[in-house]
């Protein structure tokens, strides 16, 4: 079983816990796409993690890029995170980009955390306790990183790996984007792929906005087996190469990591 994915019947005995941190991940515009009704809408004593303006390089020319060591720290201690704090991550809409999250922290040294297996909906679905969201100020917290970049991959190192072939680049995005059929979603960003790439869409590892359960998740990475490389996953723009990096933590022994910039990086930078 997947210790990193947890259960809406696990979150809820554990709520009064004092060292808990639940953190909503949602992107905005994945929330748009929700009923009015549910975006108002929190889990109890959750915090909102504003991935795209607080905990990615806004600097950068590409979308949610990897923060700096020091923004990360500050800004998560400015959200009353410890380093025995126990995070709970989770989406208002399913699975989507919590696990981006999650994978952030990791990188950044902190293993408890986990992701909320179904998010909102399956709390809301179960009846458990939420509220209206509101602006609120924390303690501040003594988070310190310690750093585990060996997950994450830059640019040089996608280049380098297109000649030594040493890793095998997976992209999830879809078929269609993956074979270039169809228009990438950030304007003006061509179509294409990564060369020595192959695909496995981040839809495949998800059932309703929940994880596959692990048998399904066994018989999908079966034809990695084999495989003896390390394993780097890729997506638009490195949040759903999470999704699949998670789905495969208890499944895979390969090292994994996430190719931080994807291919709104790739397609920007190469031609080929």
């Known amino acids: 079983m997947n210790k990193f994915i947890i259960s809406v019947k696990w979150l809820d005995s554990k709520l009064n816990d004092e060292n808990l941190v639940i953190l909503d991940c949602t992107l905005k515009n994945q929330l748009e796409k929700l009923s009015p009704s549910i975006q108002d809408i929190q889990i109890k004593n959750a915090i909102f993690f504003d991935i795209k303006f607080k905990f990615s390089d806004t600097k950068s020319e590409f979308p949610t890029a990897y923060p700096t060591r020091n923004q990360f720290e500050k800004e998560s201690q400015k959200l009353g995170i410890n380093n025995d704090s126990v ?11 919590s696990p981006r999250v999650w994978w952030l922290f990791k990188s950044m040294g902190h293993q408890q955390v986990f992701v909320l297996d179904g998010g909102l909906p399956e709390w809301i679905k179960n009846n458990y306790q939420t509220e209206k969201k509101s602006e609120k100020k924390y303690l501040k917290g003594n988070f310190q990183i310690k750093s585990n970049e060996n997950i994450v991959r830059k640019f040089d190192d996608i280049m380098s790996n297109l000649s030594s ?18 228009p990438e979603p950030r304007k003006g960003l061509r179509s ?12 495949k590892v998800l059932n309703n906005g929940k994880f596959q359960n692990e048998k399904h998740l066994k018989n999908l990475f079966e034809f990695l087996k084999d495989e003896k490389r390390n394993i780097v996953f890729s997506c638009g723009s490195g949040i759903t190469a999470c999704v699949v990096y998670l789905a495969s933590e208890s499944i895979l022994s390969n090292s994994r990591a996430v190719y931080d910039g994807s291919w709104s990086e790739w397609g920007e930078k190469t031609k080929t």
């Open 192 to 203: 294409g792929k990564i060369g020595n790439s192959i695909n496995l869409p981040y839809t």
């Open 87 to 97: 995070i709970v991550v989770y989406d208002a809409n399913g699975i989507y980009s």
């Open 165 to 182: 072939k040493k890793e095998l680049v997976i992209d999830v995005r879809s078929k269609d984007r993956f074979e270039g059929n169809i």
